[in-house]
């Protein structure tokens, strides 16, 4: 008979997964950043690309103190993200709306992980991981000031470009 999954098996997943997304979110930064018009939102993007490493290797010592190796399980909901970003960048290539396309794609992307590491949080706390917690805790701000970040560059000049133009 299988065993009974555990609150601990499920962080564990889970930590598997947001681990293969922050790897696949490496990956995307760059060409997200080439692809940008704006030097300000190309900025943003290699600004979080640098954060992502220190997350991923976060998330490393995540995977330690549960005793487990650090490895990735497939994430759809972010292959799913990255897809549409790849999207607007070979459909609206050139075109003034790119940026604001871009930027509304790396936002998805910051929602799925301000809601993957408030979770991970939580149930890190709720199984008495308090360095987790602590880990976790940090990027979890990151992504909620990157997302901030995002909001006033699109506010503030990214989404007027699109329309001006």
């Not at 999207?87 to 940026?99: H, Q, T, V």
């Not at 506010?155 to 470009?161: G, K």
Request: charged share 30%; net charge negative.
């Amino acid at each position: 008979m299988a065993k009974e999954k555990t609150l601990q098996d499920l962080f564990h997943d889970t930590l598997k997964d947001i681990y293969f997304a922050e790897k696949k979110i490496l990956t995307a930064l760059p060409k997200m950043a080439k692809a940008a018009n704006s030097d300000e939102l190309r900025a943003a993007f290699e600004k979080h690309e640098a954060e992502t490493e220190d997350q991923v290797e976060r998330l490393e010592q995540v995977f330690r103190i549960i005793d487990e190796t650090p490895k990735g399980k497939t994430c759809d909901a972010i292959m799913g993200l990255i897809e549409e970003g790849q999207e607007i960048m070979k459909e609206y290539k050139g075109a003034p709306a790119l940026d604001a396309g871009l930027l509304a794609a790396a936002q998805a992307v910051e929602h799925y992980e301000i809601s993957r590491y408030g979770t991970l949080k939580t149930w890190a706390q709720e199984l008495g991981l308090n360095q987790a917690v602590k880990l976790l805790d940090q990027t979890l701000t990151e992504e909620k000031e990157t997302d901030e970040s995002l909001t006033e560059l699109a506010e503030s000049l990214v989404n007027q470009q699109a329309e001006a133009a």
